[in-house]
């Protein structure tokens, strides 16, 4: 069996790591072509050792890599304002594509590749919700669902908290994010959507403050915000989000049901190591999301590559991405208002 | 020097508790009397041999046990719409008090007793918030204030969640307990004003839901919910309360500040037995506030008693209560309404 | 009723915390004396204005403090090498007494004890293993007898490893203690035959090694020790003590059963504040026994005096103390030696 | 530039693991064969479809599989009689050869495999100390050595704990092992020299027991047991090995140094879910050391298969393993015995 062509679009921190995933961890996939518009990346890839050993040609074009001979896939690691057009070229050209989320900041957007996709029921498009293929959010999910272990799920609680970065590259990143809720709290959303069991939205509320990059100010973003969303039927979520943590990437998600409670993370680690001495004991802790999902990255691509050469179903509907993203963009709607802004019993926003 | 006479009211589970941390903990403090209206709490009291071995007298009326010869101090363990009448009645005696939080429900009613106590300035007045006399949040809060570990306080998470209560308890003492955020959350409301350092309300909103006690419906309460407090100048604090937890009592607080996050008790524990069976690895947790908060009481008895046979300042003030019941009835106006309630920059409410 | 008049004989760090603990935690008892040779000690317990409130007499020798009017109990604090002659005085005058650990270090010495109790059986004559009066170790107790949560015990692992003590304190303190495994890891040996329920030893091995204090040479003891103890009939316990720690006072037992295991403090913690920053997520660890077996004093204190003003029996045997020193010792010559120390089937040491 | 043409020997728990490694983790490796002469193994291979998709050939003879076309690799993962005959037979053939540990259980034959590789310098060998390769062992050693966290490290505790076998898979495994501390306890061996940096064995004393597996007794071997090891320099390293636990794979180490301690792996886990019930909080341990040991699996693999195509030095040298296996013999005879034994100043056994 001939393992599937595939190309990653975008050069960035994650667009390696994808390179790097692809070429370990995925032996169905080959990769055989990456594109990146930026100059510095384009050098970076042609000076790569190891793209060079693996046979990886470096594109700084995207149409022109959309036709090199053989493409059969690609995984989109740009910036979220493209995602969508990139997304639907690739699917146009028959191109079984895996985009990072979100789809869009855009709704009508992100929902004309939900219609492209569906309209091309033979190209297998997903939006690339890491945290699914997460093995402790899969045992999570097997715990609520399969085993019952809390009875009923009524409440999540989520966080993401990055570790601050004094580089810069984050607040450069900022203007195109949608959004501190959109953004960062993007994958709390979709696992409360998980464990809740796709509750409707009814209403939300946020707080926000700026404490280490007061230069968000002008982008009407903040760097640390909470937020909460009630869900029709007695549901609940709340978030935190944050670019400042001293310590590390902090992400816990706690599902409380009417049985038990869950907790997935809340103490992080980098590894297993514990230093005893004169502080007393302490761990480190992953000082980013790689660390904490580099194995979840190397699943989803497996179960991607393998939809596409196994023909079997995506392990996610891309319908998914749109509620949670009504959900970001209401949370970030409150936190510049102040006003609760609320959903009828569809999920249909009342303004 | 001569211990000081102190008289514990109410026998609930708290009252009984109180005398038992003055017997055994509070060498300065001499029980004279305990007092209860609830005639099976007399006869439980007038058997116990505890109390015959140790001389305490047990009365069935407030005004009579105030009036016990050489009486110098209550402790105040009633259930909550006596507080403020037990409060001024004793200090209108010259009798040194200490009042179990919150002082009363309305406001005014509890201003009065803030009143009587200004008024009164040779009589020691405490509101028993006793988590201010925990070991582990006094170390937080030196490593906030003295060794300034985590820079700048911004936010802070605070949860108070209850074992279920499948005895009916729980329910009956609702109605009278001013709603979960008067009732459960005002500790965790009392810390973040610490943490904050005396942080003004700009608004808040929360959302809650029944899963195990329908009967509260009729109460308008809920058995839990979440709420987010925004303060003036950037602060953020958010609660979780519950009544319905399967595995203990959970109640943990985290300080984020601009260079570091202090956790309290965020894995709760009974003990430091840890069993490794065929389930895994397994630690049980403290069933109620009692098992957490124990030496605390004690410390609290100890120094409210030292305050006053050395006539020193009392740890706490009085005030602090009356702000910490201002957000406790927002937060509950706010699960109620749906809406956000908001106050000026005087913390005054906007209506 | 009337408390017991207790006095306290030896005035260093553990005597001070005894007359703190019978004052605050022991309603029961009154201390009505202390008694040190120590003139700093005597000046100290002179000046101290606690022991003037609560009325307690300071001696400078030992038989007129036993001849204070009214004494009833003592609690033996001192140097191990007057433990069993202050303990022989107490008893032939009929004076109940709680004697540090260990009795003696020298073995027939003990005996003498032990058999002076037993003659004298209106004298209630207890050891101080306050480890058996600690919440965690008796609830693994519970769990290994009453629940039965392990199967058969077969295997304890314990520690009792010292923060390391830069005033001199400990050096001073070594000629007199027996050695490493008679002074530090009495309480392990002790609580292995707790619970693999009083085995009988069967051959000893031990290694030690200098790091820090290699005046203890001329003492011929160690700073760091590594003991096994194999017992008849299939059971195991292994030691570590260390004098040494630099990040606190770490002291472990694991129990392994036919069915399970138990922890107990594998993770040592000074309180429940965990503090995040640059440096990962650490707490403090207990920086002596004191703050680990605090509440255990009490109880032990407490238990002790219930035994005597209720006539109660001992909660602990003495002669327990006997079989734990042969242990102790056995060790001990075998760290010396390097050779294998070996007891026949009922416990003798064969030579 | 074309992998590495590789073949597994030997298709039991770990050797279909391994060839799952190679496929999947190892980009620069191609697995050609695989090798059993077991009729179930050769079967099951045989119906493999994942072996068919990658085109791995099977073989039910190892000289035949040697021969095969274009071999340029093997990864020797029989059981441990046939270790070294295999690896002298490809050394021979001058085919790269990663054997599991041991090289063998008599240490003259080990030794012949070690004379081979240095007769052969361009053949890489190298014995599978898979540990070695674990990113939170990797990360103990570089503070260690490099950061110096602990001061200078004189003392290692290791355990090797399996979960209990009812499959009866282990019995029948333990013929041919060696004995608990040269099969179980050889990785800690191993680390224990890591870390006390190749110190010289002087005495080691152990103690076992036999609690699920009286069949052990037949083979002279038990089914727990704790050694300790006494290196020249006062250095010393203990293990506790068992083959019963109830709760999973509990493997830790433990390296105290004059200033420090690092902790391995002492509270072991599943994954990242803690699961809150009426039984408190408990999350799952690792079943088997390939779920602890996964990643670790596939560095090795990586760095075995890159010291041979980029013709690097291999991460290990084979002789420790020599070193490694002297202190486990003497481990075990000391339990056969009862007696110490003993080394001289270079390491050599005195008996």
């Known amino acids: 069996m001939e393992p599937l062509n595939i ?33 510095n990346e ?5 000076n790569n050792e190891e793209y060079e050993e693996f046979g990886i040609k470096v594109y700084d074009n995207y149409d022109d ?35 990072e989320k ?10 004309s590749v939900v219609d492209a996709a569906n309209q091309n029921p033979s190209v297998k498009v997903m939006a690339g919700f890491s945290r699914r293929f997460d093995a402790s959010y899969r045992d999570a999910g097997d715990k609520v669902f399969q085993q019952q272990s809390i009875g009923v799920p009524f409440m999540v609680r989520s966080n993401t908290c990055d570790l601050r970065d004094e580089t810069g590259f984050f607040v450069r990143y900022a203007a ?19 464990y809740l069991n796709n509750p409707v939205p009814k209403a939300c509320w946020a707080a926000g403050t700026l404490q280490h990059h007061p230069e968000l100010k002008d982008l009407s973003d903040v760097d640390n915000a909470v937020g909460v969303v009630e869900f029709w039927g007695g549901k609940i979520a709340y978030f935190y989000c944050s670019r400042t943590q001293a310590h590390g990437h902090d992400v816990c998600t706690e599902i409380t049901g009417t049985n038990g409670k869950l907790m997935v993370n809340v103490i992080p680690t980098q590894n297993n190591v514990v230093l005893a001495d004169e502080l007393g004991m302490r761990h480190e802790v992953q000082p980013e999301y790689w660390q904490r999902f580099e194995d979840a990255f190397a699943l989803e ?6 939809a596409i050469v196994k023909n079997k179903e995506l ?6 991405g749109i509620t949670v993203m009504k959900i970001g963009q209401a949370l970030q709607q409150a936190l510049l208002t102040g006003e609760v802004t609320r959903f009828d019993e569809k999920g249909e926003r009342l303004d």
């Open 301 to 306: 691509a497996n179960e991607f590559v393998e």
């Open 315 to 320: 392990p996610l509907k891309l319908e998914t």
């Open 7 to 39: 190309a990653v679009v975008g050069l960035g921190r994650m667009g390696k790591r994808h390179v790097h995933t692809l070429l370990y961890r995925v032996p169905r996939a080959r990769v055989v072509a990456v594109c990146t518009t930026d100059s």
């Open 65 to 99: 890599m959309l036709a090199h001979p053989g493409l059969q896939a690609v995984w989109i690691s740009t910036s979220t304002d493209v995602h969508a057009s990139q997304s639907l070229a690739a699917i146009s050209k028959g191109i079984h594509t895996l985009c």
């Open 42 to 46: 384009i050098q970076w890839a042609k």
């Open 176 to 194: 195109r994010n949608g959004g501190i809720f959109v953004d960062c709290a993007i994958h709390d959303i979709d696992l409360s959507l998980w």
């Open 102 to 111: 979100p789809l869009s900041t855009d709704i009508a957007e992100a929902q």
